[in-house]
Structures are given as C-alpha cells and as structure tokens.
C-alpha cells in the first residue's frame, strides 16, 4: 500500500517568514494529494489539495507543488501569522484501479509555531 | 449544514466494555469513513464505506465493525474494549471515492481504563 512520509515533525518560524513542508509518497498511482490544517482539539481542515496533472497550486499565501518524477509534494506558506500555527497533514490517494483507491494515507503531520 | 456530526465527544469506557460510535453527514456525500488518531501517528483509516451498502477495511481494523446505516449514517463500534484502543476518532465523508476532498467531524475522545 501508500506510504507516506512527511518533514519535518516540528517548524519553529517568526511572524512574516516562510514555511515549508515537505512530503513523499510511495505509490507512483497516487493522482490526488490533499494538505489539512488542525488546530488544538479541532478537526483536520482541508486547506489546499492538488491533482497529479497539474505541479503547482496557489491560494492566497498557501502554495502546494507536486513533483511526480520524484514523488514527492510540498506546501508553502508564506508571510506567516500567529494563526497559521497548528498541526499540518500531507495526504495521498488513488483513482480507479489504484492500491489506494478512495483511500488516504496521512503523513505523520508537521507542527508549525509561528512566533509574534 | 451541520456537515459531519459524531456523537459521542467523549466517552470512559472499562476494558472489555462495547460501545458504538456515530455519525452522520447531511452533503449528501456517497462515501464514509473511520479514522483514529494518535499522538506522532497522524491519521489511520479503520474501515470506509465507498457507497451506501458497501463496507471495507482500511490499515487498522482489528478490534472494530462497523456500520453503513443509510447514506447519511455510519456507525463504529468496539466490541470488547481494550486500552490500545484509547485513542480519538474521526469520521469524514467525501461526494464520491477517490479523489474528492474529505470533511470531517469533530471527533470523538475515547479513554479505555
């Protein structure tokens, strides 16, 4: 099946810089990779997905690219605030005919601290 | 819209008690699914159910059934509970399997002594 591993398990940032999460997957089927945003005892929110037939994704100051060949995607944040600290999830999933299908395989998450 | 609604948010449970955990969805989505979550492991997938009907295992099932009520409604349940089962669990739909983004619930704490 999907694996998925993301880096790293902590980002400790100041207020205004950029932050950037990286993950890799195993499975070269996977065609649909979504990041969620958790706050503290909240739930897992979707925040930016990406399909496998495009390498970039812009909304705002959150960025997603995708690189196929090497199977690996990323997030970006940039100008960060206070409120962008959470937990950060990378996801991977499959269409049709996939080990995954239908299926989302988390990486472990990425704790972000944003510093005033 | 309330979106996804688990029930209970918190539960105690002895070892060796059962219980089951509910959810429901008013999108209108096809697909359900069960996750836990635990500390430094993101999310795992116990069982989904791609459409009303149907149910599979995800990476974790052991120790869990489930239930695909409606279309609306999904339930989880813990036969004989055990501690390593203490863990918080979320469900989440999606409009269809596959490559559709999934929205969850609030979750639900769930503490085995």
């Known amino acids: 099946g999907e694996n998925v591993e993301q880096h790293p398990s902590t980002l400790s940032v100041q207020e205004g810089d950029s932050a950037v999460i990286k993950c890799t997957y195993s499975d070269s089927a996977s065609n649909y990779f979504p990041w969620y945003k958790q706050e503290l005892g909240k739930r897992p929110q979707l925040i930016i997905d990406i399909r496998s037939n495009v390498g970039e994704k812009k909304d705002q100051r959150i960025a997603v690219t995708l690189n196929k060949t090497a199977k690996h995607f990323s997030l970006h944040i940039t100008e960060t605030q206070p409120e962008d600290s959470a937990v950060y999830f990378c996801?991977?999933?499959?269409?049709?005919?996939?080990?995954?299908?239908?299926?989302?395989?988390f990486g472990q998450g990425t704790i972000l601290t944003v510093h005033p | 819209n309330a979106g996804v609604t688990q029930t209970p948010k918190f539960q105690v449970l002895k070892t060796g008690q059962s219980m089951t955990l509910q959810c429901a969805q008013d999108m209108n989505h096809n697909s359900m699914y069960w996750y836990r979550q635990d500390p430094g492991m993101g999310l795992r997938l116990i069982y989904y159910?791609?459409?009303?009907?149907?149910?599979d295992k995800g990476e974790v099932p052991n120790g869990y059934n489930v239930s695909r009520l409606n279309k609306r409604e999904f339930s989880l349940r813990l036969e004989s509970a055990a501690p390593s089962q203490t863990s918080v669990y979320f469900c989440?739909?999606?409009?269809?399997?596959?490559?559709?983004?999934?929205?969850f619930g609030d979750g639900t704490r769930l503490s085995i002594l």
């Open positions: 989440a739909s999606s409009e269809v399997q596959g490559v559709q983004p999934q929205h």
């Open positions: 996801a991977a999933s499959t269409g049709a005919g996939g080990t995954s299908y239908g299926k989302l395989t």
């Open positions: 159910s791609a459409s009303e009907g149907t149910t």
